[in-house]
């Protein structure tokens, strides 16, 4: 995103700072209950992006961090960019976009995780998840509600990735016409039946004709 000039920069859910490291910012703001990378990764992140010596770290919950932190650090300096990857149900995903919009700057963009579940195993509850491989949880719901609700954003799904969702502070054309308890019925099989419609299901390649940049 740096052809948007999208600059301040905050991450939800890093678990091992593959992405977070990977960004080039000097206000990079990183929050998880539970960092998988010491000091050690750390400076070895800092050789190889500079950036890196601007990072602060908050190893605390999105709700604590937006209650007890995200007033101080973003008086001054508004997210313009940030990537929601944390609790893969659909109230924190919720919560965890509201509140980013609260100190989000008039172009922000984010960008959400897991939006496109491709079957019902991976698509289950935390509680009910035991299977083998990724679990996505119920994000695609967040998206639904977003394209539902909040004529105020913007908001599609990339086919790539497991669904990236790409939320911006732009109104949207239409509305979907569901409200939250609606979408908390849904089932995974109503999502199939619906997948392009409700998530705005776009190529991957379409990231760029949006944002009218060059591939």
């Known amino acids: 995103m740096q ?24 206000f990079k703001i990183a929050v998880d209950p539970d960092f998988v990378f010491g000091n050690g990764r750390k400076a070895i992140k800092l050789l190889l992006n500079p950036y890196n010596r601007y990072n602060q770290y908050f190893e605390k919950t999105s709700d604590d961090f937006f209650a007890q932190d995200g007033p101080r650090l973003f008086q001054n300096k508004k997210i313009e960019l940030a990537l929601i990857d944390g609790m893969h149900e659909c109230d924190y995903v919720i919560r965890d976009v509201e509140h980013t919009l609260n100190h989000a700057a008039p172009n922000a963009v ?36 977003f394209r539902s609700q909040r004529k105020d954003l913007t908001c599609f799904v990339l086919d790539a990735d497991q669904g990236l969702g790409i939320i911006v502070k732009q109104p949207a054309t239409t509305l979907l016409p569901y409200d ?15 997948r392009a419609e409700w998530l705005g299901l776009q190529p991957s390649d379409y990231f760029y ?7």
Request: charged share 20%; aromatic share 18%.
């Open 3 to 26: 052809h948007r000039h999208l600059k301040n920069y905050l991450e939800i859910g890093v678990f091992n700072g593959h992405i977070f490291f990977r960004i080039k910012s000097n």
């Open 110 to 145: 984010i960008v959400l995780h897991d939006c496109n579940p491709l079957s019902a195993e991976a698509a289950c509850s935390f509680k009910e998840w035991n299977y083998p491989g990724t679990w996505n949880g119920d994000v695609w719901k967040a998206i639904l509600y």
């Open 180 to 194: 939250k308890e609606q979408i908390s019925q849904f089932t995974y099989q109503d999502l199939a039946l619906n």
């Open 209 to 215: 004709d949006f944002f009218k940049i060059g591939a």
